[in-house]
């Protein structure tokens, strides 16, 4: 393991031990999410989500080609789907996932 820097080494053993109960008592320090959607909003700029644990999402609407090329009326027609994991507008056969969001990468557009 690489040498911490000395500012840094009294924080080394505590962090250790602290590390070590853990394990033993097979606890995760991992904060539970719930990464389910609430509620989603269209915007002439963005896709938002806001999560069931309060925290909100957004792409930019550029990302889902099928969003960006729908009308108003289409992109507020929504459903969500799978117990929350996901988003559906079935006027325009778009799908999106919480996991997608968090993840964040623009849908490609099909080869002609």
């Avoid at 840094?8 to 719930?34: G, K, M, Y």
């Avoid at 080609?65 to 507020?76: D, F, V």
């Avoid at 994991?85 to 325009?92: A, N, T």
Wanted: charged residues 25%; contains cysteine; proline residues 7%.
């Amino acid at each position: 393991m690489a040498s911490l820097p000395k500012s840094l080494t009294r924080f080394e053993l505590p962090f250790r031990q602290t590390c070590q109960r853990f394990r033993r008592h097979d606890v995760s320090i991992a904060v539970s999410t719930d990464t389910r959607v609430k509620e989603v909003s269209v915007s002439e700029e963005l896709i938002t989500f806001t999560l069931i644990d309060g925290r909100v999402v957004s792409v930019p609407l550029a990302w889902s080609w099928r969003l960006c090329e729908a009308t108003p009326a289409q992109r507020n027609k929504f459903e969500i789907i799978g117990d929350g994991y996901g988003v559906h507008w079935p006027d325009i056969d778009e799908d999106l996932s919480v996991e997608g969001m968090l993840h964040g990468a623009p849908a490609p557009r099909p080869k002609k």
